[in-house]
């Protein structure tokens, strides 16, 4: 809430629209499904064929504990993760793997550095490789159709042992790839090694080739990806369509809890929720209240005829 323009935790109601920290993210989902709930129970309803489990987990911004604790304990048929989608259902998003790169070199006393193999520069071949080649063969690969092309960017870098007149013998080297359908731990690990295989290649000396690097996966989490033909994204596309006249199916550019409980829970997944991903985090965040008004029709619709 720090550097806020707004009053972060006093909503306050200008123009059609809601101000307020989490207003789009993800509070305007949360008081939709809720009231959507609520509002099934009061009307007496037809009787639902089934159950509806709201549920509000903690940790998606950062390692998504909530979401991981959740599918261990309960499943459904299907899932709808209210996060800001502008009224879009989002079937697809990029998931995000971290690698830790160790190169191990030679120590060599900084008067005959030749007799050293340098883990810092071999460090840096490999980084220019990641923004250069590597990615270039990234952006040749055919596209997911929502979620896109993969990205890959080098995170950090450290290296040396803090003495001036030595050759360095280690550096590691943090490196983020975002994901796209398909890829696998093992196929992103294959592509690194062959960036290193590429620069061990081009050493002239059998001593520079001698350098040995470690590649290690420090953070995972799945892309995801529903196909339009699963009953819940059927069902909800439909009750879009009812509410708005139309039902756009996007990818989302960034990463869910949707894809956790597909992936890990095996339960079909949509992304759809009021707000716009553009005012999440920001300093005078803000929700369109018709969105949130149409949501709760369209949570209701869905509702009734996945159910009926
Ligand atoms: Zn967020």
Redesign the pocket.
């Given at each position: 809430v720090a550097g806020m323009s707004i009053d972060p935790l006093k909503p306050t109601v200008k123009g059609g629209f809601l101000y307020g920290r989490g207003s789009t993210?993800?509070k305007g989902g949360i008081a939709a499904t809720i009231t959507s709930a609520a509002q099934l129970l009061e009307e007496d309803p037809k009787e639902l064929n089934g159950e509806v489990i709201l549920t509000y987990v903690v940790g998606?911004?950062l390692l998504s504990e909530g979401a991981e604790k959740l599918v261990e304990k309960y499943t459904a048929d299907a899932a709808i993760v209210c996060?800001p989608t502008n009224l879009a259902l989002g079937l697809a998003h990029k998931g995000i793997n971290r690698f830790l790169i160790e190169i191990f070199g030679k120590p060599a006393h900084g008067g005959v550095p030749e007799l050293g193999v340098d883990a810092i520069e071999k460090a840096g071949k490999l980084a220019t490789r990641i923004n250069g080649d590597l990615r270039t063969h990234l952006e040749q690969k055919k596209p997911h159709p929502l979620a896109g092309s993969p990205r890959i960017h080098n995170s950090i870098i450290e290296g040396g042992s803090k003495a001036w007149n030595v050759v360095p013998d280690y550096c590691k080297l943090g490196i983020e790839r975002r994901t796209i359908p398909g890829e696998t731990t093992e196929s992103l690990i294959k592509e690194l090694e062959l960036q290193i295989e590429k620069i061990r290649a081009a050493e002239v000396d059998d001593n520079q080739r001698s350098f040995r690097h470690k590649i290690s996966k420090t953070f995972e989490r799945l892309p995801l990806e529903t196909k339009p033909t699963e009953p819940i994204a059927k069902v909800l596309q439909s009750a879009v369509r009812e509410s708005l006249g139309e039902a756009r199916i996007e990818g989302m550019p960034?990463w869910t809890d949707a894809a956790h409980l597909s992936q890990k829970g095996g339960i079909p997944s949509v992304v759809f929720g009021p707000g716009r991903i553009e005012d999440?985090?920001t300093k005078d965040e803000k929700i369109e209240l018709t969105q949130v008004y149409s949501s709760v029709e369209i949570f209701k619709k869905t509702i009734e005829t996945f159910l009926a």
């Amino acid at each position: 809430v720090a550097g806020m323009s707004i009053d972060p935790l006093k909503p306050t109601v200008k123009g059609g629209f809601l101000y307020g920290r989490g207003s789009t993210d993800t509070k305007g989902g949360i008081a939709a499904t809720i009231t959507s709930a609520a509002q099934l129970l009061e009307e007496d309803p037809k009787e639902l064929n089934g159950e509806v489990i709201l549920t509000y987990v903690v940790g998606e911004e950062l390692l998504s504990e909530g979401a991981e604790k959740l599918v261990e304990k309960y499943t459904a048929d299907a899932a709808i993760v209210c996060e800001p989608t502008n009224l879009a259902l989002g079937l697809a998003h990029k998931g995000i793997n971290r690698f830790l790169i160790e190169i191990f070199g030679k120590p060599a006393h900084g008067g005959v550095p030749e007799l050293g193999v340098d883990a810092i520069e071999k460090a840096g071949k490999l980084a220019t490789r990641i923004n250069g080649d590597l990615r270039t063969h990234l952006e040749q690969k055919k596209p997911h159709p929502l979620a896109g092309s993969p990205r890959i960017h080098n995170s950090i870098i450290e290296g040396g042992s803090k003495a001036w007149n030595v050759v360095p013998d280690y550096c590691k080297l943090g490196i983020e790839r975002r994901t796209i359908p398909g890829e696998t731990t093992e196929s992103l690990i294959k592509e690194l090694e062959l960036q290193i295989e590429k620069i061990r290649a081009a050493e002239v000396d059998d001593n520079q080739r001698s350098f040995r690097h470690k590649i290690s996966k420090t953070f995972e989490r799945l892309p995801l990806e529903t196909k339009p033909t699963e009953p819940i994204a059927k069902v909800l596309q439909s009750a879009v369509r009812e509410s708005l006249g139309e039902a756009r199916i996007e990818g989302m550019p960034f990463w869910t809890d949707a894809a956790h409980l597909s992936q890990k829970g095996g339960i079909p997944s949509v992304v759809f929720g009021p707000g716009r991903i553009e005012d999440a985090h920001t300093k005078d965040e803000k929700i369109e209240l018709t969105q949130v008004y149409s949501s709760v029709e369209i949570f209701k619709k869905t509702i009734e005829t996945f159910l009926a």
